[in-house]
């Protein structure tokens, strides 16, 4: 099959989610054409992968650039001269509305292609509830030949806040095990905590839905109790406020705020505890990527989340903002070798349930019906 992937090109889930499907697809021998305004960081070469830029002129009328225009004319161009068969659009604004754009004006030209929106998150959760949204992501979605959703929570979010015509398909996100498992990283960890401390590790966009704070209240709590250090990994608007906190604390010098990293693995690797007490996540990649390296989880009960960590297994699951309850459960992990080995193997069992290659043979499965649907419902008279 010849499929289109519109996403964003970012750290974020849905970005990191569509790329690495579209790698894994292009590995299994389909021809797959990528579109964003920029590489997608996690994009491999690949001789079935092709990167199409949308560009977006400047134009002193527009205080905003109509990036949504430049997008479905992107679309247009290559779906005509490279014959796709299908478009599979990741986050729903502004990808569906333009998937459908692109295919009004595809039929006048003869050309037409069916078009899949997988649901992400705050797609549906934050933005895509906002008024001035609404009705446009209610409409595109509807006009999905399919949608799908990363997890059963997004799935029900998704009804509750929109008038949904059709059914939702729960595809949950994957991990790539040959990537993401436990490796030799001794030397690094020797550098990081000589002294043999537990490492406790947060990723993410550091957007207050994160509650970065929390993160640095659960890990004082520890500190106090076991030797650790905190690795904050990523970046975003509240990483000054986190920087601020981190500093006036008299063991700030535990805390390292590293940025954006692209060899999370590694860095899993020499991890022995990953924190994540989001005010909601639809399904949280991050967790199921450090639980692939042998990492258990404390985390908030929000969103797809309890899906992914299971409570007493994997990690822990505390009520949103409860720190006093995570850092009990962190210190019940973390105080001795027996119960962290416990909790890190079956961490890893776990994540196996979600390697991808069980998931992409069900995306292939529901892009074959789809495009056969299209084929037939185009045979049909008028």
Known sequence: MKIGIVCYPTFGGSGVLATELGMALSEKGHEIHFIAYQQPVRLNFHPNIYYH???????PLFEYPPYETALSSTMVNVIMN?????????????HASAAYFARQILKKEGRCIPYITTLHGTDITLVGKDPTYAPVVTFSINESDAITAVSQNLKEETFKSFKIEKDILVIPNFVDTSRFHQTDKNHFKMM???NGERILAHVSNFRKVKRVEDVIKVFEKVHAEIPSKLLMIGDGPERQHAEDIARHLPFAHDIRFIGKQEQMDEILSITDMFILP???????????????????????????IPEINVH????FLSNVGDIDDMA??????????ATLEQFKEAAIQHARNFEKASIIPLYETLY???????????????
């Open 192 to 194: 990081l905590a000589p």
């Open 328 to 337: 009990k459960n962190a210190l019940h992990i973390l105080r001795d070798d």
């Open 368 to 382: 074959e019906e789809v495009i056969e649907a299209y084929r037939q419902k185009s045979l049909q008279p008028a």
């Open 278 to 304: 989001s005010q909601y996540e639809s399904f949280g990649l991050s967790a199921l990527e450090a639980m692939a390296c042998r990492v258990p989880v404390i985390s908030s009960n929000a969103g797809g």
């Open 82 to 94: 490279n014959q796709l068969d299908l478009l599979h659009v990741h986050y729903a604004i502004p």
């Open 53 to 59: 830029e949308v560009a977006v002129p400047p134009y």
């Open 312 to 315: 007493g297994k994997t990690g």
